[in-house]
């Protein structure tokens, strides 16, 4: 065996939601060694940077009879009749994916919700309360009742750290700053990982019975993003680097309220307390495009509203490219409890306070829905016939269940995150207990990953690594964004192949071993551009609009020939597509039109 | 001796506040001896943050300036450094507020922590001291179907400790975690108040016991830097002064908790 081996029964990629719910349960079920890789440390995993809240039907709160359906809420009397089903979610969540969710995923993340909200509560998530004493639920956009579990606008934050904490008292083992680069798979089975200790610069073959990847989205392919830095795809292109396939690529939420120009995330709870959209004219444009729904109609849907006025010049700042979010009527106290860190981050970054002023936004890249194609068991299966890739697992926003469809509604993705983590926690755990085996590495797989690393260092050309992302994503917002077409699409896979090209001869600026960060982000551009292919081609092969997917020159829903998944796999000439078909209870939740 | 603040000219660029300049304290301890100052000229707008400057330094001047970073808007807790001799996020700080009037802001590690490299520093100590206190929450044996009950107020007691990011600000303006590695510190105890004052906790004396120990709340010195340093405006004192006075209390908080805990599955009867 070669240098550098380390052996874990089970490991894990990432240590966001989804990667330490699995870790957690794997251990609590009795498996005893596991590690769990993050190129950061786990506590500064994106699922922390969730605001707004985990779905759940838990009929807590609703609206104050006589005030109708948007009306101020209050805690249902105990024996009262609830307001929520999880066959109400499932319908919301299924209408809000524009069809393309597969239901039978959809049934279980419905009737897992308030399982693990509660175990959530129970490890000790400090969870916003009712005057009695249980979980407070606010509104969020496309859903039909107040369903929206919260911690003030910081609850993707407590429970990153409830379960974390968790996972150190199972005795999880984190192995925080260590960067994977390549995934072992040979003859259909996972055998392993190859990755760097970015504090020493060493690389290692980390082979392990289980693989999962909780790897996180990809919204860093795009200039106007809320994700972090970290958020660049890794484990996705990882994943279709080493054959396995990637699915619905095309589908990338842009939420309708970035903060202008930053892109940082403005909760959708700031619509769901009741916040207005505004446009250059003052209207609450909304009621143009969701009568119904307004300013909570999901997300798909306000960004394009959002884009449409700014496109028609009503757009509002000095180059009318922002909207604004008027929560004033809110008034001073709801805004402090309630919104405390929405504040905040309005103040420090564009200098308004939210309690005065109305705050610019525009759409902002934001949540991957689609990823590496699994089974309802973070079983991740290989092709469209259904095989499993033995031993390599997904869950949470690296993955694509798939739960959200064309379009995710706001607080399922914690939801999921946590459900189908914790789902592929307990399959693993049958898996290794089961007797899994630890299969064999031909070769030195972290020698090639270290001649990587090298013919990367020793590159010397004129560009630098940073300008070749810029332009990546300059093209992707602007080509590949809110609305697209043929056109326009074309032109980002021709900038996207001379990018490839360019970055053949790309420099990176730091040449020594250890904490060489320059490195990582040389590895992460790489990545941005082998995925953001793949999610041109999808969006240019799909001639029709549906959810998150909005062609000008196709602008309708196409069920006869596109109501299918997309299913990538790569090839020596680019992503090869064929299409899935998608789970649908024909009699219960048949394709409907999607009117809000 | 004090020639260096009056020699230097200012720009032009800086002084119409378009530009600025970043010093930033340099170590990379596979080729320097010792710590060392560099400056870098960055472009500025009223927009740019600290973070945004470092960037850019990084992605344009000189790949090799190291330092961590991931959501930009504070909540991960990655980017804590000292910034003019205070710690802060460098994410949520504009530079155009942070510069002095030469035009320059200086940026330095968090103190009292080995340097890894340029502003990186080795939290070895800062997670162990989280490890002692045992972070997670251990609840009664008897679970519910649904939640357990909290009235608002018993949440809104938890909320200065809650919304913690462990960036470390805290902990690396502590004087006395600079003078003894052994002390839990700010950090760890806000924690450890999270877990002992929250009424689903069921091990609240044991965990009054660890920080009640040579190394816990008493070696606080009440300097108050820790609440000067948060950059969510916790107050971690606070929490260490509640602990000490239950800590002389434990075994009465112990029983109030265990009486607390008989009704933890019934609904909060309002006032």
């Keep these: ?311 028609e010049g009503r757009g509002v700042m000095e180059d009318g490219q922002g909207i604004f979010l008027d929560m004033r009527h809110l008034g001073r106290e709801k805004i402090l409890s309630r919104l405390p860190q929405v504040r905040e981050i309005a103040i420090n970054f564009v200098g308004v306070d939210p309690i005065d002023a109305p705050v610019p936004i525009q759409p902002t890249a934001h949540y991957s829905m689609g990823g590496i194609p699994t089974t309802v068991d973070g079983q991740v299966i290989a092709n469209a016939a259904g095989d499993p890739v033995v031993g390599f697992y997904a869950a949470g926003e690296c993955a694509a269940v798939s739960v959200h469809g064309a379009n995710r509604l706001g607080t399922n993705s914690l939801l999921e995150a946590s459900v189908f983590g914790r789902r592929a926690g307990y399959a693993i755990a049958e898996f290794v207990k089961g007797g899994a085996q630890l299969y064999p590495v031909s070769g030195d797989p972290a020698e090639r990953q270290r001649q990587r690393i090298k013919s990367l260092l020793d590159r010397d050309g004129d560009e630098l690594v940073e300008h070749i992302a810029q332009d990546l994503k300059s093209t992707m917002t602007d080509n590949c964004g809110v609305f697209r077409d043929e056109d326009r699409l074309k032109v980002a896979m021709s900038d996207i192949k001379e990018l490839q090209e360019r970055f053949k001869h790309a420099r990176t600026m730091d040449k020594g071993r250890h904490f060489n960060t320059d490195l990582l982000a040389t590895l992460e551009a790489e990545h941005l551009l082998t995925f953001s292919e793949v999610i041109v081609a999808g969006a240019l092969a799909r001639t029709e609009s549906r959810g998150a997917h909005s062609r000008t020159d196709f602008p309708k829903r196409d069920d006869e020939d596109w109501l299918k998944h997309t299913v990538a796999h790569k090839t020596d000439d680019g992503p090869k597509l064929s299409y899935k078909p998608v789970s649908i209870d024909w009699e219960k939740y048949p394709p409907q039109e999607r009117k809000y | 001796m004090f020639d260096f603040i009056f020699k230097r000219e200012t720009p032009e660029a800086i002084k119409k506040g378009n530009k600025a300049i970043v010093r930033i304290q340099r170590f990379n301890p596979e080729v320097d001896e010792k710590p060392y100052m560099e400056e870098f000229e960055v472009p500025m707008t009223p927009d740019t943050t600290v973070l945004d400057a470092l960037h850019h330094i990084k992605t344009e001047q000189d790949g090799s300036v190291t330092f961590r970073r991931s959501c930009r808007h504070a909540i991960c807790g990655s980017c804590a450094m000292n910034i003019n001799g205070s710690n802060d996020l460098a994410c949520h700080r504009p530079l155009s507020e942070s510069l002095d009037y030469h035009g320059k802001i200086t940026i330095k590690p968090l103190p009292f922590q080995p340097i890894i490299k340029d502003l990186v520093v080795d939290r070895t100590t800062f997670w162990a001291q989280y490890m002692k206190i045992k972070p997670w929450l251990i609840p009664p044996d008897d679970i519910p179907e649904k939640e357990f009950r909290m009235s608002p107020e018993e949440v809104e007691a938890l909320h200065n400790a809650e919304t913690c990011i462990m960036c470390g600000a805290c902990y690396s303006s502590c004087q006395v975690v600079g003078l003894n590695k052994e002390y839990i510190g700010p950090h760890a105890l806000l924690k450890s108040f999270l877990r002992t004052a929250d009424p689903r906790d069921s091990i609240p004396g044991e965990r009054l016991e660890i920080v009640d120990g040579d190394n816990g709340v008493y070696r606080c010195h009440t300097i108050f830097n820790c609440i000067d340093a948060c950059p969510k405006n916790l107050n971690p004192t606070e929490a260490i002064e509640t602990l000490r006075k239950l800590a002389q209390k434990r075994l009465a908080y112990e029983e109030a908790r265990e009486e607390r805990q008989k009704t933890l599955n019934e609904p909060i009867r309002e006032a």
């Design chain 1, 1 to 311: 065996m070669p240098n550098n081996t380390i052996t874990h029964d089970v490991i894990v990629v990432g240590a966001g939601l989804a990667g330490t719910w699995a870790a957690m349960v794997a251990a609590r079920e009795g498996v005893k060694d596991i590690g769990v890789l993050s190129k950061i440390h786990p506590l500064r995993s994106h699922s922390g940077a969730a605001q707004g809240g985990i779905a759940a039907s838990l009929s807590n709160t609703r609206p104050v009879a006589g005030t109708g359906p948007r009306g101020p809420l209050e805690q249902i009397p105990p024996g009262e009749e609830p307001v929520d089903s999880p066959d109400l979610h499932m319908f919301d969540t299924i209408k809000g994916s524009d069809w393309l969710g597969d239901q039978d995923a959809i049934r279980i993340l419905v009737d897992d919700a308030a399982d693990v909200v509660y175990e959530y509560e129970h490890m000790g998530c400090v969870f916003s309360r009712t005057p009695d004493g249980r979980i407070n639920q606010r509104r969020f956009g496309g859903h039909s009742a107040p369903r929206a579990c919260f911690a003030a606008d910081w609850t993707g934050h407590v429970l990153l750290h409830t379960i974390h904490e968790q996972a150190l008292r199972n005795n999880v083992k984190f192995y925080a700053e260590w960067y994977v680069m390549n995934l072992i798979i040979e003859d259909n089975i996972c055998r392993g990982v190859v990755a760097m200790d970015v504090l020493t610069g060493e690389v290692h073959t980390l082979r392990a019975k289980a693989v999962m990847f909780g790897t996180g989205g990809y919204g860093r392919a795009f200039k106007i993003t809320s994700n972090a830095f970290a958020n660049t795809g890794d484990g996705v292109a990882i994943a279709y680097d080493a054959g396995a396939p990637l699915m619905d690529m095309e589908f990338v939420q842009f939420h309708p309220t970035g903060l202008y120009r930053h892109g940082i995330l403005m909760s959708e709870a700031c619509r769901g307390e009741g916040g207005y959209l505004i446009n250059n004219k003052g209207e609450r444009f909304m009621e143009k495009y969701a009568p119904d729904k307004m300013e909570l109609a999901p997300r798909d849907l306000v960004s394009r509203s959002e884009q449409t006025e700014i496109n």
